[in-house]
Nanobody, 119 residues
């Protein structure tokens, strides 16, 4: 099992930027696919972005394409989500996930970090 700790959330005005970080421990994440998911109040958790263990093949939800960038530093056991041009609809709790495959059928989850975008 991988332990994941997210950080970097906060309150930002629409149009602003934030960078989320996810620090992993317990195992070397270099063989794991990593992803970011989010959950808005009253809604189900949804996929945001993912990246393969090599750092290639990034995938994004249509709602964040062109605004968010996922990256990873396997030496630091850390995954990042750079978020730009933030919108109020991006508000939610952002969760980091680690899984052996890009399908994320049974990932390990972090505790989440709150992102609030004000209009």
């Amino acid at each position: 099992q991988v332990q994941l700790v997210e950080s970097g959330g906060g309150l930002v005005q629409a149009g602003g930027s934030l960078r989320l970080s996810c620090k992993a421990s317990g195992r070397d994440i270099s063989v794991y696919a990593m992803g970011w998911f989010r959950q808005a109040p009253g809604k189900e958790r949804e996929f945001v972005a993912s990246i393969s263990w090599t750092g290639g093949s990034p995938n994004y939800a249509d709602s964040v394409k062109g605004r968010f960038t996922i990256s990873r530093d396997n030496f630091k056991n850390t995954v990042y989500l750079q978020m730009s041009s933030l919108k109020p609809d991006d508000t939610g709790v952002y969760y980091c996930a680690a899984d052996s495959s890009m399908s994320f059928k049974a990932p390990d989850w972090g505790q989440g970090t709150q992102v609030t975008v004000s209009s």
